[in-house]
């Protein structure tokens, strides 16, 4: 089956600083990227899409300057939280897919807490 | 409307029964439709995808596509503790989003 890698699992960040997750599809060719952030008991709202290449497609009430993704190849794209805020803690979680109208393999996410 | 709409449960079946979580979507334009598991604190798991109407049987799973009716259901057969779990229907949209229901929790009594 195809592996998606997330990293890292978890990280612990002050108020104010950033923090860079990375997504990478070990065994296959992702031409499209998703991340989607999940709050306790809820479901995966979906921040982003991107393709190799271009920039993100954001979701409405996704601020672009806060969330910076690069998708710098086919195979790893990272979700940049700038600045966060202990309201940005949730759980990040990258997906990526081989072809359009196929079924998306999920990274492990990250856990991010800020304190 | 939200994108993809499921009820949230829980749901609660004994052990060996049929449980049949369902879904609804607002895009008639989407073609491709996924069943996901999620267990608490981790990534959501592939169980099954389908793109055409009718019945798609993989094991004690199937799932069903209505396009017509903007529903995807899925029976889960002999249910088993080792189910409980939350499912996720997921929807890819006509303009390549992902979309993901909000989940039905599944817990599967002994």
């Known amino acids: 089956g195809a592996v998606v890698s997330q990293h890292p699992s978890w990280v612990i960040c002050k108020s104010g600083t950033s923090v860079k997750i990375e997504c990478r599809s070990l065994d296959f060719q992702a031409t499209t990227m998703f991340w989607y952030r999940q709050f306790p008991k809820q479901s995966l709202m979906l921040m982003a899409t991107s393709n190799e290449g271009s920039k993100a497609t954001y979701e409405q009430g996704v601020e672009k300057d806060k969330f910076l993704i690069n998708h710098a190849s086919l195979t790893l794209s990272t979700l940049t939280v700038t600045s966060a805020h202990p309201e940005d803690s949730s759980f990040y979680i990258c997906s990526a897919r081989r072809d359009l109208n196929t079924e998306a393999f999920f990274g492990q996410g990250t856990r991010l807490t800020v304190v | 409307q939200k994108e993809v709409e499921q009820n949230s449960g829980p749901l609660s079946v004994p052990e060996g029964a049929i449980a049949s979580l369902n879904c609804t979507y607002s895009?008639?334009?989407?073609?491709?439709f996924f069943w996901y598991r999620q267990y608490s604190g981790k990534s959501p798991e592939l169980i099954m995808f389908i793109y055409s109407n009718g019945d798609k049987e993989d094991g004690r799973f199937t799932a069903q596509l209505n396009k017509a009716s903007q529903y995807v259901s899925l029976l889960i057969r002999d249910s088993q503790p080792s189910d409980s779990a939350t499912y996720l229907c997921a929807v890819i949209y006509t303009g390549n989003q992902f979309y993901f229901g909000t989940g039905t929790s599944l817990t599967v009594i002994p």
């Open positions: 895009d008639r334009g989407s073609q491709s």
